[in-house]
């Protein structure tokens, strides 16, 4: 009867419009995204390196990071993002200062995180990769900047890693 395959195509229908609304990509993350900003004035004519220490989150032992998305400010060359030395000595979170290769913070440095050289870009492992931190890892963020302009310009780099559920990596 129409009644029957009515029922039939309804009950056929609602595990497929529960599994679409399981899908939602609205939905808010498992975990939430771990956000970086640095900010620095860059006087006229000026060329600066600036880097800045921040730190992970500690609410997990380990934690992983399966892709992001960064901002920066115009004159940026680039920005980088680098895991620092387990024996480093304590240094200022947050705070940004000059760098350069050689003697000063760069020299704990210990391997590229991410970085670029656009405006804005954004990237993503493939399913089931990752990259692993430890609770609490200090990671130096360092951005080369240019302001050739007549006026003071203030300089700014907005990273944000998207992390990835620890069952999910392979």
Known sequence: SARTRALLLF????PIAAAACGDDESQAPLYPAIVFEMRATIEPGAERHVCQFVK??????????????????DGTHHFLLFRT?????????????DCYEGEGVMQYE????TGGQLAHDAQEFPFGLALAFQRGDVLLMQTHV????????EATVRVELTR???AAVT
Do not use: C, H, W
Request: net charge negative.
């Open 85 to 97: 030395a387990p024996d480093m000595p304590e240094q200022p979170l947050d705070e940004p200062i």
């Open 164 to 166: 990835e559920d620890p």
């Open 146 to 153: 240019v302001n050739a302009s007549a006026e003071p310009k």
């Open 11 to 14: 009950a056929m229908a609602a």
């Open 110 to 113: 210990r391997g590229f995180v």
């Open 56 to 73: 992970l989150p500690d609410d997990a032992d380990e934690l992983f990071v399966k892709g992001g998305v960064y901002d920066t400010s």
